[in-house]
């Protein structure tokens, strides 16, 4: 279980990895990317964050922190 916690997280830092690749602007011919790229970071972030939110949740309410 706590590897697809792990992969969240690093989900979520490539995420931000991207958004911060986008932030670039001075990366010549991929200028018309960025757009793309701002959205699908963020999607990405969202997504993954929601992931280990509903994780946790189902962790707490199943007791198995517990253990």
């Not at 970071?41 to 509903?54: D, E, H, K, R």
Request: avoid cysteine; charged fraction near 5%.
């Amino acid at each position: 279980m706590y590897y697809i916690i792990l992969l969240f997280l690093a989900n979520i830092l490539a995420g931000f990895a991207l958004l911060e690749v986008a932030g670039l602007s001075g990366l010549g011919m991929l200028a018309g990317l960025m757009p793309f790229l701002k959205v699908v970071a963020v999607i990405l972030i969202i997504v993954f964050s929601l992931g280990l939110f509903y994780l946790g949740l189902k962790s707490l309410f199943n007791g198995s922190w517990r253990k």
